[in-house]
Protein backbone atom coordinates (compact mmCIF):
# COMPACT_ATOMS: atom_id res chain seq x y z
CA UNK A 1 0.00 0.00 0.00
CA UNK A 2 1.25 3.38 -0.95
CA UNK A 3 1.05 6.72 0.71
CA UNK A 4 -0.69 9.66 -0.91
CA UNK A 5 3.26 11.16 -1.31
CA UNK A 6 4.78 7.94 -2.74
CA UNK A 7 1.96 7.69 -5.61
CA UNK A 8 3.26 10.66 -8.01
CA UNK A 9 6.88 8.24 -8.13
CA UNK A 10 5.15 5.78 -8.45
CA UNK A 11 2.63 6.98 -11.07
CA UNK A 12 6.28 7.94 -13.01
CA UNK A 13 7.64 4.69 -13.06
CA UNK A 14 5.10 3.05 -14.34
CA UNK A 15 4.41 5.82 -17.22
CA UNK A 16 8.50 4.93 -17.59
CA UNK A 17 7.84 1.31 -18.01
CA UNK A 18 5.20 1.47 -20.40
CA UNK A 19 7.03 3.58 -22.36
CA UNK A 20 10.08 1.19 -22.23
CA UNK A 21 7.88 -1.04 -23.51
CA UNK A 22 6.13 0.38 -26.37
CA UNK A 23 9.60 1.22 -27.13
CA UNK A 24 10.81 -2.18 -26.89
CA UNK A 25 7.78 -3.69 -29.32
CA UNK A 26 9.65 -1.54 -32.27
CA UNK A 27 12.76 -3.29 -31.69
CA UNK A 28 15.13 -0.08 -31.53
CA UNK A 29 18.86 -1.80 -32.45
CA UNK A 30 17.09 -2.99 -35.90
CA UNK A 31 15.60 0.25 -36.59
CA UNK A 32 19.79 1.87 -36.21
CA UNK A 33 20.78 -0.56 -38.43
CA UNK A 34 18.17 0.17 -41.07
CA UNK A 35 18.89 3.62 -40.69
CA UNK A 36 22.82 2.75 -41.34
CA UNK A 37 22.22 2.11 -45.09
CA UNK A 38 19.71 4.97 -45.47
CA UNK A 39 22.08 7.82 -45.00
CA UNK A 40 24.61 6.51 -47.54
CA UNK A 41 21.47 5.95 -50.05
CA UNK A 42 20.55 9.53 -50.02
CA UNK A 43 24.32 11.28 -50.14
CA UNK A 44 24.98 8.78 -53.25
CA UNK A 45 21.81 10.22 -54.81
CA UNK A 46 22.41 13.89 -53.76
CA UNK A 47 25.97 13.80 -54.29
CA UNK A 48 26.67 15.11 -51.16
CA UNK A 49 24.70 16.14 -48.02
CA UNK A 50 21.10 16.73 -48.80
CA UNK A 51 18.91 19.15 -47.25
CA UNK A 52 18.64 19.06 -43.59
CA UNK A 53 15.25 19.07 -43.77
CA UNK A 54 14.71 15.96 -46.21
CA UNK A 55 17.46 14.36 -44.17
CA UNK A 56 15.97 14.32 -40.79
CA UNK A 57 12.60 13.37 -42.52
CA UNK A 58 12.99 10.58 -44.45
CA UNK A 59 15.05 9.37 -41.34
CA UNK A 60 12.17 9.64 -38.78
CA UNK A 61 9.91 8.50 -41.65
CA UNK A 62 11.85 5.33 -41.93
CA UNK A 63 12.15 4.77 -38.46
CA UNK A 64 8.11 4.94 -37.42
CA UNK A 65 7.99 2.06 -40.70
CA UNK A 66 10.90 0.03 -39.07
CA UNK A 67 9.24 0.52 -36.00
CA UNK A 68 5.66 -0.17 -37.29
CA UNK A 69 6.70 -3.54 -38.88
CA UNK A 70 8.48 -4.93 -35.81
CA UNK A 71 5.59 -3.68 -33.85
CA UNK A 72 3.34 -5.70 -35.60
CA UNK A 73 5.79 -8.42 -35.66
CA UNK A 74 5.48 -8.51 -31.98
CA UNK A 75 1.92 -8.45 -32.42
CA UNK A 76 1.41 -11.67 -34.28
CA UNK A 77 4.20 -13.38 -32.80
CA UNK A 78 3.19 -12.99 -29.27
CA UNK A 79 2.42 -16.80 -29.41
CA UNK A 80 5.87 -18.24 -30.33
CA UNK A 81 7.66 -15.32 -28.66
CA UNK A 82 7.06 -16.78 -24.94
CA UNK A 83 8.22 -20.28 -26.12
CA UNK A 84 11.75 -18.77 -26.85
CA UNK A 85 14.30 -17.85 -24.00
CA UNK A 86 15.62 -14.83 -26.27
CA UNK A 87 12.03 -13.20 -26.63
CA UNK A 88 9.83 -14.41 -23.76
CA UNK A 89 10.95 -10.93 -21.56
CA UNK A 90 9.55 -8.94 -24.25
CA UNK A 91 5.95 -6.86 -23.60
CA UNK A 92 2.84 -9.11 -25.12
CA UNK A 93 4.64 -12.16 -23.26
CA UNK A 94 5.35 -10.70 -20.42
CA UNK A 95 1.55 -8.95 -20.11
CA UNK A 96 3.71 -5.90 -19.71
CA UNK A 97 1.05 -4.37 -22.71
CA UNK A 98 -2.23 -5.78 -24.08
CA UNK A 99 -2.27 -7.50 -27.48
CA UNK A 100 -4.81 -4.99 -28.65
CA UNK A 101 -2.74 -1.92 -27.33
CA UNK A 102 0.54 -3.30 -29.47
CA UNK A 103 -1.80 -3.51 -32.78
CA UNK A 104 -2.98 0.03 -32.24
CA UNK A 105 0.51 1.41 -31.69
CA UNK A 106 2.05 -0.25 -34.85
CA UNK A 107 -0.76 0.79 -36.80
CA UNK A 108 -0.84 4.46 -35.48
CA UNK A 109 3.03 4.21 -36.43
CA UNK A 110 2.57 2.77 -39.71
CA UNK A 111 0.15 6.20 -40.87
CA UNK A 112 3.02 8.54 -39.23
CA UNK A 113 5.60 7.10 -41.14
CA UNK A 114 3.46 6.89 -44.69
CA UNK A 115 2.18 10.63 -43.18
CA UNK A 116 6.00 12.23 -42.84
CA UNK A 117 7.33 10.62 -46.28
CA UNK A 118 4.20 12.09 -48.09
CA UNK A 119 4.20 15.73 -46.73
CA UNK A 120 8.60 15.87 -46.88
CA UNK A 121 10.05 13.56 -49.30
CA UNK A 122 8.28 12.06 -52.45
CA UNK A 123 5.79 9.86 -53.32
CA UNK A 124 7.62 7.04 -54.87
CA UNK A 125 9.42 7.03 -51.06
CA UNK A 126 6.40 6.99 -49.34
CA UNK A 127 5.31 3.93 -51.62
CA UNK A 128 8.04 1.68 -50.61
CA UNK A 129 7.83 2.56 -47.38
CA UNK A 130 3.95 1.21 -47.36
CA UNK A 131 5.18 -1.72 -49.53
CA UNK A 132 8.17 -2.68 -47.21
CA UNK A 133 5.63 -2.23 -44.04
CA UNK A 134 3.32 -4.30 -45.50
CA UNK A 135 6.19 -7.34 -47.08
CA UNK A 136 7.70 -7.29 -43.71
CA UNK A 137 4.11 -7.27 -41.12
CA UNK A 138 2.26 -9.52 -43.70
CA UNK A 139 4.07 -11.74 -46.06
CA UNK A 140 7.05 -12.72 -43.93
CA UNK A 141 5.53 -12.55 -40.31
CA UNK A 142 1.96 -13.73 -41.30
CA UNK A 143 2.28 -16.02 -44.23
CA UNK A 144 6.32 -17.31 -45.01
CA UNK A 145 7.82 -16.98 -41.11
CA UNK A 146 6.13 -20.34 -40.53
CA UNK A 147 5.62 -21.57 -43.52
CA UNK A 148 9.09 -22.36 -45.33
CA UNK A 149 12.74 -22.27 -44.78
CA UNK A 150 13.45 -19.51 -47.58
CA UNK A 151 11.69 -17.41 -45.40
CA UNK A 152 14.79 -15.22 -44.17
CA UNK A 153 15.66 -14.86 -48.55
CA UNK A 154 11.75 -13.07 -48.07
CA UNK A 155 12.12 -10.97 -45.16
CA UNK A 156 15.35 -9.55 -46.70
CA UNK A 157 13.51 -7.69 -49.37
CA UNK A 158 11.91 -4.99 -46.42
CA UNK A 159 15.14 -5.03 -45.00
CA UNK A 160 16.83 -3.83 -47.97
CA UNK A 161 14.65 -1.23 -48.71
CA UNK A 162 15.40 1.63 -46.97
CA UNK A 163 18.45 2.40 -49.35
CA UNK A 164 15.38 2.64 -51.79
CA UNK A 165 13.35 4.54 -49.86
CA UNK A 166 16.57 7.31 -49.19
CA UNK A 167 17.69 7.31 -52.72
CA UNK A 168 13.82 8.12 -53.80
CA UNK A 169 13.43 10.58 -51.14
CA UNK A 170 16.02 12.99 -52.53
CA UNK A 171 14.95 11.75 -56.32
CA UNK A 172 11.77 11.14 -56.68
CA UNK A 173 13.01 7.58 -59.05
CA UNK A 174 15.24 5.00 -58.91
CA UNK A 175 18.43 4.10 -60.62
CA UNK A 176 21.17 1.59 -60.83
CA UNK A 177 23.24 2.74 -57.95
CA UNK A 178 20.47 2.36 -55.60
CA UNK A 179 19.36 -1.13 -57.05
CA UNK A 180 23.08 -2.45 -56.76
CA UNK A 181 23.13 -1.05 -53.30
CA UNK A 182 19.64 -2.44 -52.67
CA UNK A 183 21.77 -5.80 -53.76
CA UNK A 184 24.51 -5.60 -51.03
CA UNK A 185 22.26 -5.53 -48.20
CA UNK A 186 20.07 -8.03 -49.41
CA UNK A 187 22.84 -10.56 -50.09
CA UNK A 188 24.10 -9.30 -46.38
CA UNK A 189 21.57 -9.99 -44.62
CA UNK A 190 21.72 -13.92 -45.29
CA UNK A 191 25.05 -14.76 -43.32
CA UNK A 192 23.70 -11.66 -40.59
CA UNK A 193 20.88 -13.67 -39.58
CA UNK A 194 21.24 -16.88 -40.19
CA UNK A 195 24.89 -16.67 -37.55
CA UNK A 196 21.79 -15.06 -34.81
CA UNK A 197 19.30 -18.02 -35.99
CA UNK A 198 22.07 -20.62 -35.63
CA UNK A 199 23.15 -19.08 -31.91
CA UNK A 200 19.02 -19.54 -31.53
CA UNK A 201 18.17 -22.89 -33.58
CA UNK A 202 17.21 -24.18 -30.01
CA UNK A 203 14.47 -21.10 -29.35
CA UNK A 204 13.48 -21.58 -33.40
CA UNK A 205 12.70 -25.32 -33.25
CA UNK A 206 11.25 -25.27 -29.73
CA UNK A 207 8.55 -22.83 -31.34
CA UNK A 208 8.41 -24.88 -34.78
CA UNK A 209 9.59 -21.98 -36.67
CA UNK A 210 11.30 -23.59 -39.82
CA UNK A 211 14.03 -21.12 -40.20
CA UNK A 212 17.45 -22.57 -42.28
CA UNK A 213 19.07 -23.20 -39.31
CA UNK A 214 16.44 -25.70 -37.71
CA UNK A 215 15.85 -27.89 -40.59
CA UNK A 216 18.86 -27.97 -42.60
CA UNK A 217 22.43 -29.39 -41.20
CA UNK A 218 25.00 -26.67 -39.45
CA UNK A 219 27.47 -27.11 -42.19
CA UNK A 220 24.67 -26.59 -45.08
CA UNK A 221 23.79 -23.00 -42.72
CA UNK A 222 27.77 -22.35 -42.91
CA UNK A 223 27.68 -23.21 -47.01
CA UNK A 224 25.23 -20.97 -47.65
CA UNK A 225 26.23 -18.02 -45.57
CA UNK A 226 29.82 -18.36 -47.14
CA UNK A 227 27.94 -18.13 -50.89
CA UNK A 228 26.35 -15.07 -50.09
CA UNK A 229 28.87 -13.37 -48.06
CA UNK A 230 30.75 -13.90 -51.45
CA UNK A 231 27.73 -12.38 -52.78
CA UNK A 232 27.83 -9.30 -50.90
CA UNK A 233 31.55 -8.74 -51.26
CA UNK A 234 30.93 -8.81 -55.16
CA UNK A 235 27.55 -6.68 -55.67
CA UNK A 236 29.79 -4.42 -53.24
CA UNK A 237 32.72 -3.93 -55.90
CA UNK A 238 29.76 -2.97 -58.56
CA UNK A 239 28.79 -0.50 -56.60
CA UNK A 240 31.28 1.96 -57.63
CA UNK A 241 31.25 1.26 -61.53
CA UNK A 242 27.69 2.46 -61.81
CA UNK A 243 27.65 5.47 -59.68
CA UNK A 244 29.15 8.31 -60.56
CA UNK A 245 31.88 10.28 -58.32
CA UNK A 246 32.23 6.98 -56.69
CA UNK A 247 36.44 6.07 -56.55
CA UNK A 248 38.69 4.31 -54.82
CA UNK A 249 38.10 5.81 -51.69
CA UNK A 250 35.04 3.57 -51.37
CA UNK A 251 36.32 0.63 -53.41
CA UNK A 252 39.32 -0.07 -51.36
CA UNK A 253 37.65 -0.30 -48.32
CA UNK A 254 34.47 -2.26 -50.22
CA UNK A 255 37.25 -5.21 -51.56
CA UNK A 256 38.99 -5.27 -47.88
CA UNK A 257 35.65 -5.60 -45.94
CA UNK A 258 34.16 -7.86 -47.83
CA UNK A 259 37.46 -10.10 -48.16
CA UNK A 260 36.85 -9.91 -44.00
CA UNK A 261 33.71 -10.82 -43.95
CA UNK A 262 34.14 -13.74 -46.49
CA UNK A 263 37.33 -14.62 -44.50
CA UNK A 264 35.15 -14.64 -41.13
CA UNK A 265 32.03 -16.70 -43.31
CA UNK A 266 34.85 -19.12 -44.38
CA UNK A 267 36.10 -19.64 -40.50
CA UNK A 268 32.65 -20.27 -39.21
CA UNK A 269 32.17 -22.74 -41.83
CA UNK A 270 35.50 -24.78 -40.59
CA UNK A 271 34.50 -24.27 -37.52
CA UNK A 272 31.03 -26.43 -38.05
CA UNK A 273 32.67 -29.23 -40.17
CA UNK A 274 35.18 -29.56 -37.32
CA UNK A 275 32.63 -30.00 -35.16
CA UNK A 276 34.57 -27.36 -32.50
CA UNK A 277 32.77 -24.54 -30.99
CA UNK A 278 30.89 -23.09 -33.34
CA UNK A 279 30.58 -19.32 -32.38
CA UNK A 280 28.00 -17.87 -34.82
CA UNK A 281 28.01 -14.49 -32.63
CA UNK A 282 31.44 -14.00 -33.96
CA UNK A 283 29.92 -13.66 -37.79
CA UNK A 284 27.13 -11.76 -36.53
CA UNK A 285 29.38 -9.37 -34.94
CA UNK A 286 31.68 -8.95 -37.69
CA UNK A 287 28.42 -8.56 -39.81
CA UNK A 288 27.29 -5.56 -38.09
CA UNK A 289 30.56 -3.83 -38.04
CA UNK A 290 30.76 -4.63 -42.27
CA UNK A 291 28.19 -2.75 -43.11
CA UNK A 292 28.65 0.16 -40.74
CA UNK A 293 32.35 0.72 -42.14
CA UNK A 294 30.89 -0.20 -45.61
CA UNK A 295 28.79 2.63 -45.27
CA UNK A 296 30.95 5.54 -43.62
CA UNK A 297 33.53 4.05 -46.79
CA UNK A 298 30.55 5.38 -48.93
CA UNK A 299 29.70 8.64 -47.05
CA UNK A 300 33.64 9.69 -47.46
CA UNK A 301 34.15 8.79 -50.81
CA UNK A 302 30.64 11.39 -51.63
CA UNK A 303 32.16 13.92 -49.24
CA UNK A 304 35.69 13.77 -50.84
Known amino acids: MTTLSERPAVQARRLSATVRAYVALTKPRLVELLLVTTVPAMM ?158 DDYARAAVPMLSVVADPVEVGRQSLAWAYGTLAVSVVLAPVTAGLGWVYTVPAVALGAWFVREAHQWLARLRGGRDERPMRLFHVSITYMTLLSIAIIVDVLV
Open 44 to 201: LAAGGWPSWRLLLATLLGGSLAAGASNTINCWYDRDIDRLMHRTRNRPLPTGVLGAGSALAFGLVLACASLAVLWSETTPLATALAAAAIVAYSVLYTMVLKRRTRHNTVFGGLPGATPVLIGWAAVTGSLAWPAVVFFGIVFCWQMPHFWALAMRFR
